[in-house]
């Protein structure tokens, strides 16, 4: 649908494929990656194709691949710098301290969550070391899109019986550890302490050992 000012209007062609098994499935934002794929694909034969001017389709491609290249000194009508992201990782991660609290391949709830924090940098610089019940990729997986617990982490909802909540999504998800960033973790801090876990603070983040504590608490 054509949405404008919030509100539904039109429908638009892709509507017309809706219904068909497969292409319902589809996500429009993929058809134009797939497009430059093949675009890219056809190129690359191109420039690789033999003949006497070969060097000049060399030089051409050169020179789109320079073109791509960000201008990391451009601002916008603002004057407000476009590429002026900096994100710094807690001492737990860049120091590698999480080598010695977390096992390899555990799952982690990192607070900040998903798209609010850096999980999927430090998951990069941990070199996959551990598991993430979190992530940022422009989407959340499925059962997160109803999950009560990804909306208050999200901050889209507001709390109920969170303490109930949060055990569930531990449980459900193996969460071994929450890595929270000191100080920035709103209201979680407390669930935690209703939870019954005990609050490490090491590099620059609080860890809460959730294996040890509910595997002790189960029944």
Same mark, same amino acid.
Request: charge should be positive; glycine fraction near 12%.
């Given at each position: 649908? #054509? ?5 539904? @209007?039109? $429908?638009?062609?892709?509507? #017309?494929?809706?219904?068909?098994? #497969?292409?319902? %499935? /589809? ?7 797939? @497009?430059? +794929?093949?675009?890219? +694909? ?15 389709? &060399? +030089? ?17 009508? @603002?004057? %407000? ?7 710094? $990782?807690?001492? *737990? ?9 977390? =096992? =390899? ?13 850096? $999980?999927?940098? &430090? ?6 070391? *551990?598991? #993430?019940?979190?992530?940022? *990729? ?8 109803? $999950? ?20 569930? *999504?531990?449980?459900?998800?193996? /969460? ?21 876990? %005990? ?7 609080? +860890?809460?050992?959730?294996?040890? @504590? ?6």
């Amino acid at each position: 649908m #054509l949405n404008v000012d919030g509100h539904p @209007t039109i $429908s638009l062609p892709f509507k #017309l494929l809706g219904g068909y098994r #497969l292409l319902n %499935e /589809v996500t429009p934002a993929r058809i134009g990656i797939y @497009t430059a +794929l093949g675009t890219a +694909l056809a190129a690359a034969m191109w420039v690789a194709a033999p003949g006497i001017f070969r060097w000049r389709r &060399w +030089l051409l491609g050169l020179v789109a691949v320079i073109c791509l290249f960000p201008n990391a000194s451009s601002v916008r009508a @603002t004057g %407000e710098q476009i590429f002026n992201e900096t994100y710094q $990782s807690p001492a *737990f991660i860049s120091d590698g301290r999480y080598r010695n609290y977390l =096992r =390899r391949g555990e799952v982690i709830l990192p607070v900040p969550f998903g798209p609010f924090g850096s $999980s999927l940098l &430090w998951q990069a610089q941990a070199q996959g070391y *551990f598991r #993430l019940a979190s992530g940022w *990729f422009g989407y959340y997986p499925g059962d997160y899109s109803t $999950s009560m617990v990804v909306g208050q982490l999200s901050g889209f909802h507001s709390f109920t019986d969170p303490v109930s909540l949060m055990r569930s *999504f531990l449980v459900a998800h193996r /969460v071994g550890a929450v890595v929270m960033i000191a100080g920035q973790g709103g209201p979680w801090p407390q669930v935690m302490s209703q939870l019954g876990l %005990e609050r490490i603070t090491v590099g620059g983040v609080w +860890l809460y050992d959730v294996a040890r @504590t509910l595997s002790a608490s189960a029944p």
